[in-house]
């Protein structure tokens, strides 16, 4: 059964970011807040832990088109080729921010994701994600957790999440409640700015 762990946005309490940090080390799956909808992740480097959330939605791993949530945009040149300045410009300006970017994805990607030729890359305004992302000190693979009503798209419900996930995974983080709205999605590989999915997130920032 999950751990149900309360942690402030605010000021990250470091002992339970720790314990969050070393269940991801050894392969954990977690359930946490961003800036958008509740995300499930794990540790972009395991690759049992990538199957675990593969199996859990239903689909091949090879096939996953996941996001990599990272700590800021130094972490981009370790998984993304060389970005142009138009490009580096827009990324600039949107994160941290509720945004996930489509980037041509470089040859460090983790051996899982070595077929891919892009990327997902997502680095969330809020200080539970960041915090995490330091104590692992690589990125975290994220989905977003979707909710099998008809009316709500996304639980935003720490409770409630815990109830549906938690012989699921191990950790689920009481960061409080989620927001319904999921990021907005914008494919950068190709050069010209294309808008996949609207989301939370101010489309002015392409301009």
């Known amino acids: 059964m999950a751990e149900f762990i309360k942690i402030y946005e605010e000021n990250p309490n470091p002992k339970e970011i720790h314990r969050v940090v070393e ?26 832990a990538l199957e675990r959330i593969a199996r859990i939605k239903g689909i091949k791993l090879e096939k996953a088109q996941w996001s990599f949530i990272c700590a800021d945009l130094s972490n981009l040149s370790d998984y993304v080729r060389q970005i142009d300045t138009p490009t580096f410009k827009i990324l600039k300006r949107a994160l941290p921010g509720p945004y996930t970017f489509i980037l041509p994805g470089n040859n460090n990607l983790p051996r899982d994701f070595k077929k891919k030729k892009t990327v997902g890359i997502r680095v969330p305004d809020n200080g539970i994600c960041q915090a995490l992302i330091a104590g692992l000190g690589n990125p975290i693979v994220s989905t977003s957790i979707r909710d099998e009503d008809e009316l709500l798209e996304y639980t935003t419900d720490p409770e409630l999440i815990f109830e549906k996930w938690e012989n699921l995974v191990e950790v689920v983080i009481d960061g409080g409640y989620g927001d319904n709205v999921a990021s907005t999605i914008i494919d950068l590989s190709e050069g ?13 920032i392409l301009n």
């Not at 080390?25 to 690759?47: A, F, H, S």
């Not at 010209?192 to 002015?204: A, H, M, Q, S």
């Open 23 to 48: 269940v991801l080390k050894k392969g954990g799956l977690v359930i946490y807040p961003t800036d958008t909808v509740y995300g499930l992740g794990c540790d972009i480097t395991n690759t049992k």
């Open 192 to 204: 010209e700015p294309t808008v996949v999915r609207e989301g939370k997130g101010d489309l002015n």
